[in-house]
């Protein structure tokens, strides 16, 4: 059974994400999205919303034929590959500049285990402007992020930004 590994904070998910995943459930037999616990990162949601969001993309636990299997972690990564069984890790490239950070981490893993291999694939062309992190300021600001992120990842930024009423907006 090839079993991959596909890492990120997914604060919160994107499409982008999301094309990944399944274009990634080809390429395997199961794959493991692991959510990160990255406290440097000071995420927007919690482990648990974040697992749950991911989790409701995913309902069915499968995708065309690939298990799908959600797996919260805090250790390093190739330590979660040797967890879950993973001979493949699964990286997502939106740009050139994503690839120098991903070719020394490629490079430090091979160092650590070399049994772990890791895939590059790059983010369709409808998505390769998505980071979470934008999409997170666009939420912020009161913008539209329907086209970065499914519906119920967008109810949840409007939620988690919703201004009170008679709430001015900084700035204004």
């Not at 997170?136 to 939620?159: C, N, T, Y």
Request: charged fraction near 25%.
């Amino acid at each position: 059974m090839r079993i991959g590994l596909y890492p990120g904070t997914f604060d919160p998910i994107t499409l982008g994400h999301i094309d990944i995943i399944r274009r990634s459930a080809t390429l395997v037999d199961r794959l493991v999205i692991g959510v990160a616990i990255n406290r440097d990162k000071g995420p927007l949601f919690t482990l648990e919303e974040r697992v749950a969001m991911i989790k409701s993309e995913f309902d069915r636990g499968s995708w065309g034929g690939c298990e799908i299997l959600v797996h919260p972690f805090e250790n390093l990564l190739i330590d979660c590959a040797g967890d879950v069984g993973a001979s493949i890790i699964i990286r997502g490239l939106r740009a050139v500049s994503d690839f120098e950070y991903e070719f020394q981490m490629v490079g430090m893993n091979r160092a650590l285990s070399d049994t772990v291999e890791t895939v590059f694939l790059m983010a369709g062309a409808q998505h390769q402007a998505i980071a979470s992190r934008l999409v997170k300021e666009i939420a912020r600001l009161g913008g539209d992020v329907s086209r970065f992120v499914s519906p119920d990842v967008e109810r949840a930024l409007k939620a988690r930004f919703a201004r009170p009423k008679g709430a001015v907006a900084a700035g204004g």
